[in-house]
């Protein structure tokens, strides 16, 4: 079946600008992460969602950044006034709810601030 | 806070060499779970295998094998008879048992085999 799809896989910024990174889950996964995966930082947790409860927000490293997620299916991640060190490669991750705790990555987009 | 530290960032072998990727973790929940991830060049990360930490036994899939001992805190990966294509950068991880069960990866391990 269709695996968690990104969009864009690349997006190249100036300074100053807002960008929206979109994610669609695996079907029928209920809950939703974002990542970041950095070369000084390596893979950090961003924020999670799980059905209709609220996100968990603790990762997200400013107030500039933002998610939502309509319907319990797509996701889009906001920065705002991006900066050079919002660049990153940014990844979703999905799983089903349940024993399966095993979360399912998308080929992630690629941010560069320039 | 939990942790996971993959103390080798880098190992190349040549093809058919076994290979081990170490993986230290730390936490003082006594529910969690281990994982081991996959990222090929093409940058798409690929699970590989869960182990939940009241199961200790050891698992076999093919030509990788994962040995999970909790007296240590470690959760070891190794490749028998590698491949070039198995060259990539391993990551270990951890998620605890909580409504989250977000992940915390560890710095990761960039195995190289030449053929």
């Known amino acids: 079946g269709a695996g968690v799809s990104q969009s864009p896989s690349n997006k190249v910024t100036e300074k100053g600008k807002d960008v929206e990174l979109r994610c669609d889950p695996i079907?029928?996964?209920?809950?939703l992460y974002w990542y970041r995966q950095s070369l000084g930082q390596g893979l950090e947790f961003l924020i999670y969602?799980?059905?209709?409860?609220?996100?968990?927000k603790s990762g997200l490293p400013s107030d500039r950044f933002s998610a939502e997620r309509t319907g319990g299916s797509v996701s889009t991640l906001t920065i705002q006034r991006t900066q050079q060190e919002d660049s990153a490669v940014y990844l979703c991750a999905s799983r089903i709810q349940g024993a399966a705790v095993e979360q399912y990555f998308g080929p992630g987009t690629r941010l560069t601030v320039t | 806070a939990q942790k996971v530290t993959q103390a080798q960032t880098e190992i190349s072998v040549v093809e058919k060499e076994d290979v081990t990727l170490d993986c230290v973790y730390e936490?003082?929940?006594?529910?969690?779970?281990l994982f081991w991830y996959k990222q090929p060049p093409s940058g798409e990360l690929v699970f590989l295998i869960r182990r939940n930490s009241f199961d200790e036994q050891n698992e076999i899939s093919g030509r990788y094998s994962w040995n999970f001992q909790k007296s240590t805190s470690s959760f070891n990966f190794t490749i028998t008879a590698s491949q070039v294509v198995d060259s990539a950068v391993y990551f270990c991880?951890?998620?605890?048992?909580?409504?989250?069960?977000?992940?915390?990866f560890g710095g990761g391990t960039r195995l190289m085999v030449k053929p």
């Open positions: 936490t003082r929940d006594t529910t969690y779970y």
């Open positions: 969602f799980q059905g209709n409860s609220a996100p968990d």
């Open positions: 991880a951890l998620s605890l048992n909580n409504a989250g069960n977000m992940l915390t």
């Open positions: 079907s029928g996964h209920t809950a």
